[in-house]
Each structure stands twice: as C-alpha cells, then as structure tokens.
C-alpha cells in the first residue's frame, strides 16, 4: 500500500502538470504523513544533505561552463571544424551537425544546452541550404542527446554520487559509446540524405583548410582534453575541472575569439542560476524519494520481482533496458537516476556487471528520454528554434529513437566499449 501512494501521488500530480521536482516532494510528504514512520522533517533534511556534496557543486560549474561556451563563439568554430571534416558527402550539412553536437557535447555536460548552443545556429542554416525544416530539428533535437553521454556529463555526476563510483571513470567510459551512438545517427542521417537527395557541399576535401579550421577551434577543441587530462592525470577533480571549464571558456570567448562581452555576463549568470536551481532541487526531492524507497525496502520487492521473471542476465538487463525507456518518458534523467540506482544497481552488480558499465547503460538510456515525448526536453527547445509543429517533429525523431535504442541494447551487452579505455 506505501508503494502505491507514493508512485499512485507521484503520477497524479505529474498528470496534474505540477513539475517534476515539486511533485517529487510532495509526493514524499504524502507518503510520509500516510506512513508515520517518518519525522516531517525527513524531507527538508533530504533536501539540504543532498546538495551538501562536494561532487555536486560540479553540476552549476558545468551549467555555467555551457551557458558562456553557447554564447562565445566556440559553437560556430566546432562546425567550421566539422563541416570541413565531413561537409562535402551526400547530407554533409546534417552529418556535420551531428559531429558539431558531439564536439560540444564534450564541453557543455548537458543536452537542452547542446541543442539551444547548435540548433540556433544549424537548423536556419539547414533550411537555407534546403532541408527539411523538420527534419533539421530532428537532427539537431537527436544529437543533442549526446550531451549527456560524451563527457563531461551531469548525469554521471549525479550516478556517480548516488552509486559511490568514480566521476572520472564514468567520464572515460562514456566516450566510445557516445562516438558509437554519433557515428549510429550520422549513419542514419547519410541514409535520409541519399534517399531525399540532399547533396554536400561540393567542395573538395582540403587537409589545409581542415588543419585551419581546427587551428582557430584549437581552444574549444582543447576544453575536452584539459578536463579529462586534468582529471585522469591527478591533477584536479571532476568539480575543480568544471571550474577550470568556465575559466577556460570566459578567457577563450572574451579575450581570444572576443564574440563574448563583459555585458553579457550578467544574463549568462541569471540563465545559469536559473538552470542550477532547477536541477538542484529536483536532485534534493529526488534523493528524499529515494532514501523513502529505501525505508520502504521498496527495491528489495522490486529486485526480488526482476529476478523471479527469470535469472538470465540478458532478459534481466531486457527488463531494465524497457524500464530505462518507458521512465525516461515521463520523468527528468536527474530525478530518474537518483530514485533508480538504488534499485537497479544491486540486481545488475548481483548478475555481475560493473557499477560503471550498468551507470553508463543507464544514462544512456534515460537520454533517449530527451527525445521522446511527453517530457522529451530537446524536443521543445528544438521545437522552439525551428517553429515546427511539435507532432511533426516526434514523428521525424521515431527513426533517431530506434537508432539511439539499438546502440543502447550494443552498449548493453558489449561492456567493452564502456570499459575498455578505463582499462
């Protein structure tokens, strides 16, 4: 009966539209008072305790980092590299946008981010050339999941938090499989492009001006390695290097490509603020939540059930993989991780996969929640951008999804690609 109340609270009232964060809380306080097993207060101590983490203050560092990376030219410079990269076969425009996501997706740590920084520019720049409108933001709406996965990511964060595992390792880990799920959606892309005929740029492959191009991106190119270097040689944290992301993206866009002016700082750090609270406090009502489950013995019921459908490793990570999908749906990818690692974490090291592994299954598949409606964010930052109707946009995204679902299911039971540079 506990179990129903709160899951029974928690859909109300996200059918309620009351956002997601807010209904998280509320839900936990019903659940509370109905229980009395609990102090009041317990929600309150959830939400304080939760982000008085040191891992954390690496989330609005890495917010802060993307806002002013979105706004400094570093975005225009990662397609100059791209297009010279790729611009010139069938669909190079759209392919290019792909490998432009991916390449910010290693500085911004965020998916809505990814695509309001790329598809401002892109999408126009697509149609102009005679895209699909929609199609273009389907592009743009698809890659952008990316952010998550490609390191820096805020969702591990908030995994590795929640799991106890090292940031830097899932950070590492997460770097073939988003190239993998990059060179999954351009592959698709190709294939729309031949089919429609949408051609490429025309103009011939020159090493000089791709060497020119990544010359004046050298420092947005250099961002993803002075994180992950710093990181993994021992220099400085995953929190300290979101630090040392926003310094290297105020010096770059205000004193080397000079497109960011003092004057805009003001507004980059109300947006970011903004954004941070948001996120924050649906990660203190999402642990509440959580440590409520846990109180409960709720994910002991729930592992018990996975494992009484059947003890194969392939059908058990089957069910998780569906249940990923279906949850990312409805609910936000921070607040869905914080509630179902707890659950989910001990039945997949119990079958023996490894913590990183299953947290970068795990983000994976709740990315595909940034696709699909009716939450699928990028989907109405996209939306926004392009001005599309928002069900013709869902229909163009369904073929992205099932590309994005199948490179889920490779990463799933090939856990080399998670693994293999960690090792």
Known sequence: MTTAVLFGSFALFLLLSVPVGIALGIATLVTIIYTGSLPIE???QGLVTSVDSF????????????????????SERLFNVANRMVGNITGGFAIATVVTCMFFAAISGSAPATVAAIGGIMI???????YDRTFSAAVVAAAGSLGVIIPP????????????SS???LFI??????IVIGLALSAYVYYYARKKGYKGSGEKFSFAKLFKAIWDAKWALAIPLIILGGIYGGIFTPTEAAAVAVVVGLVAGIFIYRELKWKDIPRIIIDSSLTTATVLIIVGTATAFGRLLTVEQIPNQIAEWMLSVSESPIIV??????????VGCFMDTLAAIIILTPILLPIVTGLGYDPIHFGIIMVV???VGFITPPVGVNLFVAQGISGVSFGGLVRAVIPFIIVMTITLLIITYVPQLSLLLIR
């Open 42 to 44: 317990f929600l309150a």
């Open 55 to 74: 891992p954390i203050m690496a989330v609005p560092f890495f917010i802060l980092a993307g806002e002013i990376m979105g706004k400094g030219g570093i």
């Open 124 to 130: 126009p720049a697509m149609v102009k050339l005679g």
């Open 153 to 164: 990511s805020i969702p591990m964060v908030i995994y590795g938090t929640s799991s106890a």
């Open 167 to 169: 940031i830097g390792d």
């Open 173 to 178: 880990g997460g770097i073939i499989p988003g």
């Open 317 to 326: 990570m089957l069910l998780i993989i569906v249940l990923l999908l279906i």
């Open 365 to 367: 598949g709740l990315a």
